[in-house]
């Protein structure tokens, strides 16, 4: 008889363990309490108007074509994707602005217009990134964080001033420009930390973001989900939406049912890709391995107050992915790490999909998708959330230089409260478990239960962190943990 694994949630993390454990043998059933799948990758469909929830950067494509892969697949089988050109542009000011091209010798012309000399410097920097990329997301991050001996290889041992040096003085080593040094800490914000506070050896983000590029799956990041919906249901796995897990069961100090909707559902392992804390909170207390004070204390990835918008009208000057890096980053960042108040004067990010998707939008509109990057757990009502808005449209007007109030067809916001009624997220965190020195690798919250036989985790707040591509990688590992146990 096949071995039967119940899961918790639907997100990145937990399709992928389903498919790798399905593909292995198992009789897999996913439980998702929302009415739809992907977690915080979900959708939202208006008057014609397509906008995805939670994640719109696609970096990384290597690590989406080796999940495919692994079941004889490719991601042209489920979507069509498109690297991004430019990639994205960085509002300063107004009439001040960088925009970062989709290739390696275009950025460097920008950068050499801002900062004479800067372009070597940049190829250098960019040259020990790709290194670290290839130990980091094509080695280190396929181990499943069990003992602190996996990180030591003979290549990481040349490395180890990386892990206790960080981004910031590494990038200001060399770079004096604020644009520049802006430009090249922005990707370890993904990692959920401060770049002052994330080991140099994260670098390898930014070979992710000038290496690799920036890419776009055609009708937008849910397209990978549905992809990997079909490749689930070709595997046999059953999903069920609406589905809230409300209690898992522990018979003989071992995981043994869940509680859905009234039934116990009995099953041979149980998975959560739900939020950590969230699932610990579904065991009786002497079970759960982490006390409310260890979550306290941990550094968490932003909240963030988002906004979907519709425009009549196609917007001007601005690209897919733009960034408004008009205000003092310090402070923002000040705000939400060690103050936990909202920003005065926030920086702030815009996806318009449309520009470059037709599916996003009809004919000679503009999706529009704001965010706000916030402490997590800050106080969350209609009123600040209309003050933020009209906070970021009076500069995004100046500094794109047109009106676009006029020109809002709607707008839906999605805020802290959101975050934890949807998914059950501590605090309202947007992307989970910062991956600073101390939350890295081995000392993440653990993929297997230390207290409860036949119980494993996975997703952003366990091993490897945030982000779409280490939830597939940490879809893989808690699989091949269980595969262990057998
Ligand atoms: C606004 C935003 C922007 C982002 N931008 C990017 C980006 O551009 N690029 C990128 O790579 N990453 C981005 N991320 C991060 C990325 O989306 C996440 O890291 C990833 O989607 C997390 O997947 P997961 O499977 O770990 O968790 P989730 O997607 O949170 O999945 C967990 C699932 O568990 C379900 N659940 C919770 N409790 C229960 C219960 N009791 N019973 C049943 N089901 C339950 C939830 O409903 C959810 O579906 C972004 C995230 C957000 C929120």
């Given at each position: ?34 009415d ?30 080796r ?11 489920y ?5 991004l050109?430019?990639a ?9 602005s ?23 410097k ?15 997301i094509?080695?280190l991050?396929?181990r499943?964080g069990?003992?602190?001996?996996e ?20 990038v200001?080593k ?15 914000l ?32 849910y ?5 990997m919906?079909?490749?689930?249901k ?10 809230p ?45 982490y ?5 306290q ?17 196609k917007?001007?000057n ?20 060690d ?8 920086l ?8 470059t ?16 990057p ?8 209609p ?22 109030s ?8 999605y ?26 690798a081995?000392?993440?919250p ?41």
């Amino acid at each position: 008889m096949k071995k039967k694994v119940a899961i918790i949630g639907s997100g990145f993390a937990s399709l992928a363990a389903a498919c790798y454990l399905a593909k292995d043998g198992y009789k897999v059933e996913i439980f998702e309490k929302n009415d739809t799948i992907g977690g915080r990758a979900r959708q939202l469909k208006k008057d014609g108007f397509c906008f995805d929830i939670g994640p719109t950067w696609y970096w990384m494509p290597d690590v989406f074509e080796r999940f495919f892969a692994d079941f004889g697949k490719k991601p042209s089988d489920y979507y069509e994707l498109e690297k991004l050109s430019p990639a994205y542009k960085v509002f300063f000011g107004d009439e001040d602005s960088i925009t970062i091209e989709d290739s390696l010798d275009k950025i460097c012309a920008a950068f050499e217009a801002e900062e004479p000399g800067s372009s070597m410097k940049l190829k250098e920097f960019i040259k020990e990134a790709k290194v670290n990329y290839d130990i980091a997301i094509k080695d280190l991050v396929y181990r499943p964080g069990v003992s602190p001996l996996e990180l030591v290889t003979p290549t990481t041992a040349g490395k180890i001033g990386q892990f206790f040096s960080t981004i910031s003085k590494e990038v200001r080593k060399e770079f004096s420009n604020t644009k520049l040094v802006q430009i090249l800490e922005f990707p370890v914000l993904f990692l959920g930390a401060k770049a002052s506070n994330t080991p140099a050896f994260y670098s390898f983000m930014n070979y992710a973001d000038f290496g690799l590029g920036t890419w776009h799956p055609k009708g937008g990041m849910y397209k990978v989900i549905e992809g990997m919906e079909e490749l689930a249901k070709s595997l046999d796995i059953k999903i069920n939406t609406n589905s809230p897990v409300s209690e898992i069961f522990v018979e003989n100090d071992t995981a043994s049912a869940i509680q859905v909707n009234g039934k116990k559902i009995k099953a041979h392992y149980i998975l959560s890709g739900a939020d950590y804390h969230h699932t610990e909170t579904l065991l009786p207390e002497y079970k759960r391995q982490y006390k409310e004070s260890y979550w306290q204390k941990k550094t968490f990835a932003p909240s963030a107050l988002l906004f979907f918008a519709g425009f009549d009208k196609k917007l001007e000057n601005v690209t897919h992915h733009t960034l408004f890096f008009d205000t003092d980053f310090e402070k923002h960042a000040k705000a939400i790490y060690d103050d936990g108040e909202w920003p005065e004067d926030p920086l702030f990010y815009a996806s318009f999909p449309s520009i470059t998707d037709d599916a996003a939008a009809p004919k000679g509109k503009e999706a529009g998708t704001f965010l706000i990057p916030l402490a997590p757990d800050v106080e969350d009502t209609p009123e600040i959330r209309e003050e933020y808005f009209q906070k970021i449209m009076t500069r995004f007007e100046s500094l794109t230089n047109q009106n676009v109030s006029d020109h809002l067809l709607f707008k839906e916001s999605y805020c802290v409260k959101d975050f934890k009624e949807d998914y059950n997220s501590y605090k309202g965190n947007a992307y989970g478990l910062a991956n600073t020195l101390l939350q890295t690798a081995f000392l993440r919250p653990k993929l297997k239960s230390k207290k409860v036989h036949k119980l494993f985790f996975t997703g952003q707040l366990s091993v490897p962190g945030p982000g779409v591509p280490p939830s597939l990688i940490s879809g893989k590992l808690v699989a091949g943990l269980i595969q262990k146990e057998d």
